[in-house]
C-alpha cells in the first residue's frame, strides 16, 4: 500500500488528473488514519503530498481565471479536498508530520489555497465547501499543540483570510474556522486584536456568531476563555460593536457568571467598566414605558446590565470592590425612585399589578423585557449594601428605605419583589441604628404591616402614632409560629 500510494502520487504530478488519481490519493488518505503508518511514513511521501498540493494551487488559479469543464473544475476540487484529508490525518498526535509539513511550505499553501477558493462562484457548492472544510481542520490538525505552527498561521491567514471564512454560509466550515481560531489564540494574540481594524472585526464577528449560530461551542469557548480574560478588548469592542452585538456580548457575561464559579476569568476592570455603562446609559429603560418601545436595544442592554451588576455583586469576593463604585448605589437608587414614579403616574410595565391569570397569554407582562427589573434594582441596593456602612447611610440620605418598603407588595410585574425588599432592608437595617430609627419613625399606612419586618427577625410595636422596631422574641419567630 505504501509503496502503490507513493508510485501514483508521482503519476499525479507528472500528468492530468483523473478519477484514477482521487482513487489513489483516498487509499494514501485511509492508510494515513493507522497510527503506525502514520508515525513511519517516508519524508518522500510527505514531499510528494506537498507538491501535489502546490500544483492543485496552480489548476485552482487557473480555472478560477478561466471558464473551465465543470467536470475538469469539480475533479480538480475533489483533489484538493482529498489532499488536505491525506495532509490532515498525517498530522494527528504526530509532531514530526506536522514539522515536516511546515519546513514544506503546507501552511502558507493551505491559506493561498483557502484565499483562492473563497474567491470562486457557488457553482460547484458541494465540492467547493468540502474543500474549504478540509483545508480547515488540515490548519487545525497542524496546529494543535505546536507553537511554530500556529505563529506561522496567525503570521499568514490573519485576519484577511479568517475573516472571510467566518464569514461563509457554510455552519461546519464556520465551526472548524473557530476551532482553528481558538487553539491558535493566546494571551499576547488576544491582547492584539483590539490594536487593528480588522482584527477587532474578528473578535466582533466571532461574538455574533454565539447568537446566529448557536449550536457551534467553539465560538462561546473563544469569547470566555480567551476575550473575556482582557479587559481592554472587552471595553473596546463594546465601544465597537452596534446595540444589537452589545446585547449578545451581555448575555455571554451573564451567563459565565451564571456558571457561578468563585474563580472568575472576568476582570474586576471589566465589571467597573460595565458598572459605569450601566451609570451612563441607565434612564434609556424609561422608554419601556410605552407599550411601542418593549424591542429597544437600548434599553434591553440596561436590564441585562443590571442582571449581570446583581450577579457580581452576590457574593462573589472578586467583585465585592464595586461596593464602592463611585455614584453606583446613587445611580441605582435614583433609577427606583424614576421607574417607581412612572409606574404610578400611569399604567404600564412599571406599575404594580395583579395579573397573574394572564401569565399565560402571548404579548403580556410576563413576556415583557422589564419583568421583575425593579425587583433586581432592589436587589442590587441590597447587594450593594450588605456589610457596608457608608452605602447604608447613603440610602438613607437619599430616602430610599421608605422607597424600598413601599415596593413590598404583591406584583405580578415583579415575582418576588416583597421577598427582595425585604432582603436589601435587612442589609439596610444592619447594625445601623440610624436606619432602624427611620423604620421606627414610619407610620402605618394602609395594608403595609411588620409581616415583611417579621421575615428579618423584627417586631413592631405602634406607641404614640410611631411606631417602635423591636426584635422578635424566640417564641415569635417565624419558624415558630
Known amino acids: 500500500m505504501f509503496s502503490l500510494g507513493s508510485l501514483k502520487l508521482g503519476e499525479m504530478l507528472a500528468g492530468t488528473f483523473t478519477l484514477e488519481?482521487?482513487?489513489?490519493?483516498?487509499?494514501?488518505?485511509?492508510?494515513?488514519?493507522?497510527?503506525?503508518?502514520?508515525?513511519?511514513?517516508?519524508v518522500d511521501v510527505l514531499g510528494r503530498l506537498s507538491a501535489l498540493q502546490s500544483k492543485l494551487s496552480d489548476e485552482i488559479q487557473v480555472f478560477s481565471e478561466e471558464d473551465q469543464e465543470q467536470q475538469s473544475a469539480s475533479l480538480c476540487l475533489q483533489l484538493t479536498a482529498?489532499?488536505?484529508?491525506?495532509?490532515?490525518?498525517?498530522?494527528?498526535?504526530?509532531?514530526?508530520?506536522q514539522c515536516i509539513l511546515r519546513d514544506q511550505g503546507c501552511i502558507q499553501?493551505?491559506?493561498?489555497?483557502?484565499?483562492?477558493?473563497?474567491?470562486?462562484?457557488?457553482?460547484?457548492?458541494?465540492?467547493?465547501?468540502?474543500?474549504?472544510?478540509?483545508?480547515?481542520?488540515?490548519?487545525?490538525?497542524?496546529?494543535?499543540?505546536?507553537?511554530?505552527?500556529?505563529?506561522?498561521?496567525?503570521?499568514?491567514?490573519?485576519?484577511?483570510?479568517?475573516?472571510?471564512?467566518?464569514?461563509?454560509?457554510?455552519?461546519k466550515a464556520v465551526a472548524y474556522t473557530c476551532m482553528v481560531l481558538h487553539t491558535c489564540l493566546d494571551e499576547d494574540k488576544t491582547e492584539l486584536l483590539r490594536t487593528e481594524p480588522r482584527q477587532m472585526k474578528v473578535a466582533v464577528k466571532v461574538t455574533e456568531l454565539c447568537r446566529t449560530l448557536p449550536d457551534v461551542d467553539w465560538t462561546v469557548l473563544i469569547v470566555t476563555q480567551h476575550f473575556f480574560k482582557s479587559a481592554e478588548l472587552t471595553e473596546r469592542m463594546y465601544a465597537d460593536m452596534n446595540d444589537q452585538e452589545r446585547?449578545?456580548?451581555?448575555?455571554?457575561?451573564?451567563?459565565?457568571?451564571?456558571?457561578?464559579?468563585?474563580?472568575?476569568?472576568?476582570?474586576?476592570?471589566?465589571?467597573?467598566f460595565l458598572a459605569s455603562c450601566f451609570q451612563h446609559s441607565?434612564?434609556?429603560?424609561?422608554?419601556?414605558?410605552?407599550?411601542?418601545?418593549?424591542?429597544?436595544?437600548?434599553?434591553?442592554?440596561?436590564?441585562?446590565?443590571?442582571?449581570?451588576?446583581c450577579e457580581m455583586t452576590s457574593d462573589q469576593r472578586m467583585f465585592m470592590a464595586l461596593q464602592d463604585h463611585t455614584d453606583l448605589?446613587?445611580?441605582?437608587?435614583?433609577?427606583?425612585?424614576?421607574?417607581?414614579?412612572?409606574?404610578?403616574?400611569?399604567?404600564?410595565?412599571?406599575?404594580?399589578?395583579?395579573?397573574?391569570?394572564?401569565?399565560?397569554?402571548?404579548?403580556?407582562?410576563?413576556?415583557?423585557?422589564?419583568?421583575?427589573?425593579?425587583?433586581?434594582?432592589?436587589?442590587?441596593?441590597?447587594?450593594?449594601?450588605?456589610?457596608?456602612?457608608?452605602n447604608q447611610d447613603q440610602v438613607r440620605e437619599l430616602d430610599g428605605i421608605a422607597l424600598i418598603l413601599d415596593n413590598?407588595?404583591?406584583?405580578?410585574?415583579?415575582?418576588?419583589?416583597?421577598?427582595?425588599?425585604?432582603?436589601?432592608?435587612?442589609?439596610?437595617?444592619?447594625?445601623?441604628?440610624?436606619?432602624?430609627?427611620?423604620?421606627?419613625?414610619?407610620?402605618?399606612?394602609?395594608?403595609?404591616?411588620?409581616?415583611?419586618?417579621?421575615?428579618?427577625?423584627?417586631?413592631?410595636?405602634?406607641?404614640?402614632?410611631?411606631l417602635l422596631l423591636r426584635p422578635l422574641k424566640k417564641e415569635e419567630e417565624p419558624g415558630e409560629r
Not at 432592608?425 to 421606627?440: F, G, P
Open 329 to 390: 448605589l446613587q445611580t441605582t437608587v435614583d433609577l427606583l425612585k424614576e421607574v417607581h414614579f412612572l409606574g404610578k403616574a400611569s399604567k404600564n410595565v412599571f406599575s404594580a399589578a395583579q395579573e397573574f391569570s394572564t401569565f399565560t397569554s402571548p404579548g403580556d407582562a410576563s413576556t415583557h423585557p422589564a419583568l421583575s427589573f425593579k425587583a433586581h434594582l432592589i436587589r442590587l441596593i441590597g447587594n450593594l449594601c450588605h456589610g457596608h456602612a457608608a
Open 109 to 171: 499553501l493551505s491559506l493561498g489555497i483557502l484565499g483562492k477558493l473563497l474567491k470562486l462562484s457557488s457553482g460547484t457548492s458541494d465540492y467547493l465547501f468540502d474543500a474549504l472544510r478540509c483545508g480547515i481542520q488540515f490548519l487545525g490538525n497542524i496546529a494543535v499543540g505546536n507553537q511554530l505552527c500556529k505563529a506561522d498561521i496567525w503570521d499568514y491567514g490573519f485576519p484577511h483570510i479568517f475573516l472571510d471564512l467566518l464569514e461563509l454560509s457554510d455552519e
Open 21 to 42: 488519481h482521487l482513487s489513489s490519493l483516498q487509499t494514501v488518505t485511509k492508510a494515513l488514519r493507522d497510527e503506525q503508518f502514520r508515525f513511519t511514513i517516508e
Open 247 to 272: 446585547l449578545t456580548l451581555l448575555e455571554l457575561i451573564l451567563a459565565q457568571l451564571g456558571e457561578g464559579k468563585e474563580d472568575s476569568l472576568i476582570p474586576l476592570r471589566t465589571a467597573q
Open 408 to 466: 413590598c407588595g404583591i406584583d405580578s410585574n415583579n415575582p418576588f419583589i416583597s421577598q427582595w425588599a425585604v432582603f436589601a432592608i435587612r442589609n439596610i437595617l444592619e447594625h445601623n441604628l440610624e436606619n432602624q430609627k427611620v423604620v421606627q419613625g414610619l407610620r402605618r399606612q394602609g395594608v403595609a404591616d411588620d409581616s415583611m419586618l417579621r421575615e428579618m427577625g423584627f417586631r413592631v410595636e405602634e406607641r404614640d402614632g410611631s
Open 82 to 97: 482529498e489532499c488536505f484529508r491525506a495532509q490532515r490525518n498525517a498530522c494527528v498526535q504526530c509532531p514530526r508530520n
Open 282 to 309: 441607565c434612564r434609556a429603560v424609561l422608554s419601556l414605558s410605552s407599550l411601542s418601545s418593549d424591542d429597544d436595544q437600548k434599553a434591553l442592554a440596561v436590564i441585562r446590565l443590571v442582571d449581570i451588576l
